[in-house]
């Protein structure tokens, strides 16, 4: 079964088309890594399968649910970590996770044990005297994180999760991220860190708004005969702009 499907998918703004017939599908309980530079397009198409951006053609359907006419139903069955962290800043890390505990109508019960779990898991406990403005980057992307993952979706979109932290903290970071695929969770991340593309079952590699590559990336370095997947994404883009 499959948790995300992409027909075609096309978004352009004015004369400039952002996504070019981008077409993917995504199973259950998998974690698919998309993989380009800043730019390529890949921020565009999660926002249009979260039902933030309306594509200009073309068709996509998450959780069974088309992004154009259901969008209430999306959105219900998504978490979303976006780029620039959908927070308040004024407010402490646990005054936002229970802002979202509230949009998402946890229970009392529930939120309390999800609320617990991901203060600890995420080691945010000693940041709670703080306003999120004032703490770190690597801190405002763990509570992110938390936010997205708070109510437990069935589909997890992560939206380069990892920039600009430290490595030990990229390593929390996908020590999560393989924790929720185990719970059943569908993850789809972005990434411009392409050692991180070993960490998925299945990758895409964008540039200018067209994918150029699939499948495992076992698959994808055996495509241009390359070691690492660095050197994979290098010669496939050159072979795609030549």
């Not at 926002?47 to 933030?52: A, K």
């Not at 690597?138 to 589909?155: E, S, T, V």
């Amino acid at each position: 079964m499959f948790a995300i499907e992409v027909h075609e998918l096309t978004k352009r703004f004015h004369q400039f088309i952002a996504v070019n017939q981008v077409t993917f599908a995504v199973r259950e309980k998998e974690i698919f890594g998309f993989l380009g530079a800043n730019g390529a397009g890949k921020t565009t198409v999660i926002r249009m399968l979260c039902g933030l951006l309306t594509p200009t053609s073309g068709t996509a359907k998450v959780s069974g649910y088309d992004i154009q006419h259901e969008v209430f139903q999306v959105k219900k069955n998504i978490g979303y970590m976006s780029q620039k962290f959908s927070l308040y800043e004024d407010l402490s890390p646990l005054q936002n996770i229970n802002l979202y505990a509230g949009l998402y109508r946890l229970s009392n019960s529930i939120r309390k044990e999800r609320i617990d779990f991901i203060s600890h898991r995420l080691q945010l406990i000693n940041t709670n005297s703080k306003r999120v403005k004032d703490l770190p980057v690597g801190y405002k992307q763990r509570l992110a994180l938390g936010c997205a993952i708070l109510h437990q979706p069935k589909i997890l979109f992560l939206d380069e999760p990892t920039s600009g932290v430290d490595p030990s903290a990229r390593q929390m970071f996908w020590d999560i991220i393989y924790e929720e695929a185990n719970y059943g969770t569908t993850i789809l991340v972005t990434t411009h860190y392409m050692e991180e593309a070993e960490y998925c079952s299945q990758v895409s590699i964008m540039d200018q708004g067209k994918i150029i590559a699939q499948g495992t990336p076992k698959e994808v370095k055996q495509l241009v005969h390359a070691k690492t997947m660095q050197d994979a994404f290098l010669k496939i883009v050159e072979k795609a702009r030549s």
